[in-house]
């Protein structure tokens, strides 16, 4: 069984910076793919970050240049690294976790940008 536990979340202006982070429990992380997701209300579900077990990365296009995710295999972390916010950044945000076993996720940490 995977669990994933979200923090980081919060409040910030347009143009701040937030860094979140998800623990993961179980055996499997080094070799599972780790995700960001995000859903705005009214709106489905997007990726906005992927990590390999070998750290090769995937990002969203309206992401990419300010959004890092990254991985610490040691610690079972993930983090997704956020500059330059915007208010249509605004959502909640998932952690996910996929392996041979299947696919796990967390309940999310809630980002608000704006002034």
């Known amino acids: 069984q995977v669990q994933l536990v979200e923090s980081g979340g919060g409040l910030v202006q347009p143009g701040g910076s937030l860094r979140l982070s998800c623990a993961a429990s179980?055996?499997?992380?080094?070799?599972?793919?780790m995700g960001w997701y995000r859903q705005a209300p009214g709106k489905e579900r997007e990726l906005v970050a992927a990590i390999t077990s070998g750290q090769s990365t995937n990002y969203a296009d309206s992401v990419k240049g300010r959004f890092t995710i990254s991985r610490d295999n040691a610690e079972k972390m993930v983090y997704l690294q956020m500059n330059s916010l915007k208010p249509e950044d605004t959502a909640v945000y998932y952690c996910?976790?996929?392996?041979?076993?299947?696919?796990?996720w967390g309940h999310g940490t809630q980002v608000t940008v704006s002034s």
């Open positions: 996910k976790s996929s392996n041979y076993r299947g696919h796990y």
């Open positions: 179980g055996s499997v992380f080094s070799t599972s793919l």
